[in-house]
């Protein structure tokens, strides 16, 4: 491949040096020696070899041409055995050069060709060939130039596409074509030197003086406002050397100052902009909205009576045991409503109920059956009027807390109890 480059190189050098500049010409035939390397699909299993080829073109037009071609390249598997394969492309390519007149002209082209793969394993059978890629011209002189083509070509095996790629330099021989057209010399017209007439003085120029850039100032009071249907604030503006203004969001054209009342709904940013011959000036002011304070709660007598008895502070709710029981008799069920009901009307209430006992039986005895008072209290609140658990908690504290001397029977009554403290919110 190399002594072909050569070859070429040498007889492009002896031409150029008896011609003169070239480039592609209308209505010229060309015939094209080319040499270079050819690399299969790696799918084909093929070495990369030389090819040989020769072309020959016409130019309908200097940037449109076709060229016929035939290729010639002989290969052998990558693997055993080592049997040449021929392959043989023949067709027609249709060239676009880019700048014609140009002694470098680089051109697309694209064609079909036909394709034989002569081997043992390829057979011998004819298929169908796209191509399409770069080239160039390089002319050394009116009947010679170098070029070199770069091409993919894609063709089907077995109902797949193999990509192939053609690299080659060659000669580009041209003869025929229209000859260039000779420009007539036009022979120069002496006229007669007449001296410029004197200048006139300028007269002087009057410049204007610069424009003055414009000002613009917005203002909001008050700042904030309460979201309520009579609030409103006020927006106030001026500008200096402008000849129209603006506000937004919302307003749209104003005068080049005044005043006007707004009532957003919510945070707005707003910007007033003025323009006049010097240019433009902005200036913002920015209202926030609060919500107004939700409405105090209505509270009844009865309501009122539950918080100043339950809220914050320990509480004693009339519920007496039976000594070693637990069972809440139904006497006391009215004033154990009353901690019910004060714990639906203010589900943020939070708090603990505590059971107790007298001194009969043993500490440790006393002990679980105060912690089972208080759960049998909790269990009937939940229960009776749906007070979610996790606002209740429940301890008992035995006979650590007595009212009442647990000397006397009556005493220890007072003694076997529950008791509430409850925080409200």
């Not at 491949?1 to 031409?15: P, R, T």
């Not at 901690?339 to 059971?355: T, V, W, Y």
């Not at 005895?365 to 909790?378: D, F, G, T, W």
Request: proline fraction near 8%; charge should be positive; hydrophobic fraction near 35%.
């Amino acid at each position: 491949m190399k002594k072909q480059l050569s070859g070429i190189v040498a007889a492009a050098l002896v031409v150029s040096a008896t011609a003169a500049f070239g480039a592609v010409k209308e209505g010229q035939f060309s015939i094209s020696p080319v040499v270079g390397g050819y690399t299969f699909d790696h799918r084909q299993d093929l070495e990369t070899s030389m090819v040989y080829g020769i072309r020959g073109g016409y130019n309908f037009t200097k940037r449109f041409g076709i060229e016929a071609l035939f290729d010639y390249a002989n290969s052998k598997p990558d693997n055993a055995p080592k049997k040449d394969v021929g392959m043989f492309r023949y067709g027609g390519e249709l060239l676009y050069h880019m700048w014609p007149d140009n002694n470098f002209v680089p051109y697309l082209a694209a064609g079909y060709s036909a394709m034989n793969i002569k081997g043992d394993v390829y057979g011998n059978k004819q298929r169908g060939a796209f191509d399409y890629g770069l080239g160039a011209k390089y002319f050394l002189n009116d009947s010679f130039a170098l070029r070199g083509d770069v091409r993919h070509i894609l063709y089907s095996i077995s109902d797949r596409f193999n990509n192939n790629f053609e690299y080659t330099l060659g000669a580009y021989i041209p003869f025929g074509g229209a000859a260039p057209a000779v420009q007539p010399v036009a022979m120069p017209v002496v006229a007669p030197v007449v001296p410029p007439p004197a200048p006139m003085p300028e007269p002087a120029k009057i410049v204007p003086p610069a424009p003055v850039a414009p000002t613009a100032n917005l203002s909001v009071s008050p700042v904030t406002i309460v979201k309520t249907n009579d609030a409103a604030a006020t927006l106030s503006w001026a500008s200096s050397n402008a000849d129209k203004c603006s506000i937004q969001p919302g307003i749209g054209s104003v005068e080049t100052q005044g005043s006007r009342s707004i009532s957003p709904s919510v945070d707005t940013a707003y910007t007033l902009t003025c323009s006049g011959p010097g240019g433009e000036a902005t200036s913002s002011a920015n209202l926030g909205v609060t919500l107004p304070p939700p409405p105090a709660p209505v509270v009844t007598p009865k309501q009122a009576a539950a918080i100043e008895r339950f809220c914050n502070k320990p509480a004693v709710v009339t519920v007496l045991f039976d000594t070693d029981k637990s069972e809440i008799k139904p006497k006391y069920l009215d004033d154990l409503n009353s901690l019910g009901e004060f714990l639906k009307d203010f589900p943020k209430a939070k708090g603990e109920i505590s059971g107790h006992t007298d001194n009969v039986g043993s500490a440790k005895y006393n002990l679980k059956l105060s912690q089972r008072r208080a759960e049998a209290v909790e269990k009937y609140i939940e229960k009776t009027f749906a007070v979610v658990s996790d606002r209740v908690t429940t301890k008992g504290f035995g006979e650590t807390k007595p009212v009442a001397s647990n000397k006397t029977k009556e005493g220890r009554q007072l003694n076997r109890r529950i008791e509430t403290n409850f925080t409200c919110e």
